[in-house]
Nanobody, 121 residues
Framework: QVQLVESGGGMVQAGGSHRLSCAASGTIFSINTMGWYRQAPGKQRELVAG???????NYADSVKGRFTISRDNAKHTVYLQMNSLKPEDTAVYYCNADVRRSTWLRPYPYWGQGTQVTVSS
């Protein structure tokens, strides 16, 4: 029905930059909020950044000033630009989107499968 596919995971050196993308496809009427979450081993999944359809954003305190979330509504794609990466940023990053599949259906949350980002020191 709806799929979210992340790309851009990999290994990055501390202090470097990296960019993640997530594209939604399938039956889509509209998408409300899109966001990025991450989960490190032994820790809870946490919100990294979120963005509304109008462009309002919010960030976790740990990434403010370093990460930037953006979206392309025409492409149903959300991006996460990561700068000044730290080893503590190492985690599986998950894309999330609240997708409305038709005018008469409620938005439903969809998740990507996750992509590993490893920051080496």
């Amino acid at each position: 029905q709806v799929q979210l596919v992340e790309s851009g995971g990999g290994m990055v050196q501390a202090g470097g930059s990296h960019r993640l993308s997530c594209a939604a496809s399938g039956t889509i009427f509209s998408i409300n909020t899109m966001g990025w979450y991450r989960q490190a081993p032994g820790k809870q999944r946490e919100l990294v950044a979120g963005i509304t359809s109008s462009g309002s954003t919010n960030y976790a305190d740990s990434v403010k000033g370093r990460f930037t979330i953006s979206r392309d509504n025409a492409k149903h794609t959300v991006y996460l630009q990561m700068n000044s990466l730290k080893p503590e940023d190492t985690a599986v990053y998950y894309c999330n989107a609240d997708v409305r599949r038709s005018t008469w259906l409620r938005p439903y949350p969809y998740w990507g499968q996750g992509t590993q980002v490893t920051v080496s020191s």
